[in-house]
Nanobody, 129 residues
């Protein structure tokens, strides 16, 4: 069993930056694909970004079109932590951001939330205009 705890959310003005962290405990996440999702009020949870597991030094990443070029996902397996660097934030980025883990060892990055096995409780990100 893996426990995920997000941190780093807060209130920021449009154009600003935040760095979210997802700390994992219970076991190593080195073989898990890790993803970030978000859910705005009244909307469904949506995929934001994910980073694959890898036995080598290079990890695959995938981003939603809405955040491509502004957000960067990374991981530190030694720290058992995943990060989401968010730059050029927009009011429409306002949401609760969730960290998730996919333990399936699939070779492609999943963007459907149903394919992720473990979830954190989320951290609120609010971007003011």
């Amino acid at each position: 069993q893996v426990q995920l705890v997000e941190s780093g959310g807060g209130l920021v003005q449009a154009g600003g930056s935040l760095r979210l962290s997802c700390a994992a405990s219970g076991r190593t996440i080195s073989t898990y694909t890790m993803g970030w999702f978000r859910q705005a009020p009244g909307k469904e949870r949506e995929f934001v970004a994910a980073i694959s597991w890898s036995g080598g030094k290079t990890y695959g990443t995938y981003y939603a079109d809405s955040v491509k070029g502004r957000f960067t996902i990374s991981r530190d397996n030694a720290e058992n932590t995943v990060y989401l660097q968010m730059n050029s934030l927009k009011p429409e980025d306002t949401a609760v951001y969730y960290c998730a883990a996919d333990k399936s060892l699939r070779t492609t990055i999943a963007t459907m939330s149903e394919l992720y096995n473990y979830w954190g409780r989320g951290t609120q990100v609010t971007v003011s205009s």
